[in-house]
């Protein structure tokens, strides 16, 4: 059973973003393209799954976590993970 209750939109939306960087990607292998654009594609990727990564970790910990907890404390712990999957 799903635990998301937020926008599941949302992180559709991001998933099939990632899709399609995934697929330009395996089509840039079969191209021949130079290795640094190769390159630039796989960071874009990682940066869209830690993106992904971040929004799913952020709506976990004010789903399970939040109670008994201030809106500051929460928003406390998830500006540092926003920084640290930077």
Same mark, same amino acid.
Do not use: P, W
């Given at each position: ?8 939109? @949302?992180?559709?939306?991001? =998933?099939?973003? %990632?899709? !399609?960087?995934? *697929?330009? $990607?395996?089509?840039?292998?079969? +191209?021949?393209?130079?290795?640094? @654009?190769?390159?630039?594609? =796989?960071?874009? %990727?990682? !940066?869209?799954? *830690?993106? $992904?990564?971040?929004?799913?970790? +952020? ?28």
């Amino acid at each position: 059973m799903s635990h998301f209750h937020g926008d599941k939109n @949302k992180l559709t939306a991001r =998933i099939r973003r %990632i899709k !399609g960087q995934a *697929n330009a $990607l395996e089509e840039a292998l079969d +191209q021949d393209i130079e290795c640094m @654009k190769f390159l630039q594609q =796989i960071a874009a %990727i990682h !940066g869209a799954v *830690n993106g $992904l990564m971040n929004e799913v970790i +952020q709506q976990h910990i004010r789903e399970h976590l939040g109670h008994g907890n201030t809106q500051q404390e929460l928003e406390d712990v998830l500006s540092v993970i926003k920084k640290y999957m930077k």
